[in-house]
């Protein structure tokens, strides 16, 4: 069955940095679209970054130019390079796939807590 497993979550100071990696089992890794998403307490789940199987990215404005999404195929691995973190951005971050061909679904992992505070 699919599964996804993130790692890498933690307490960070302002202007620091970390790396979260999500490793996927289940599914044809390298076929699949593969995505970050946060809730924040008392917020919607939103989408930080995505990854297309062409690795085609895109990144939510507010963590452009910050966070880094990538994929390892060999690893079935995705990751979230994440620097310069703001207190904003302290979430539960998930890690979602989607997967198939002409009928999608989407699978999320169990999250990990990033909080950013000095």
């Known amino acids: 069955q699919v599964q996804l497993v993130e790692s890498g979550g933690g307490l960070v100071q302002p202007g620091g940095s970390l790396m979260l990696s999500c490793a996927a089992s289940?599914?044809?890794?390298?076929?699949?679209?593969m995505a970050w998403y946060r809730q924040a307490p008392g917020k919607q789940r939103e989408l930080v970054a995505h990854?297309?199987?062409?690795?085609?990215?895109n990144y939510a404005d507010s963590v452009k130019g910050r966070f880094t999404i990538s994929t390892d195929n060999a690893k079935n691995t995705v990751y979230l390079q994440m620097s310069s973190l703001k207190p904003d951005d302290t979430a539960v971050y998930y890690c979602?796939?989607?997967?198939?061909?002409?009928?999608?679904?989407?699978?999320w992992g169990q999250g990990t807590q990033v909080t950013v505070s000095s």
């Open positions: 979602n796939a989607r997967v198939g061909v002409v009928s999608y679904t989407y699978y």
């Open positions: 289940g599914f044809r890794f390298s076929r699949s679209a």
């Open positions: 990854i297309t199987s062409g690795s085609i990215t």
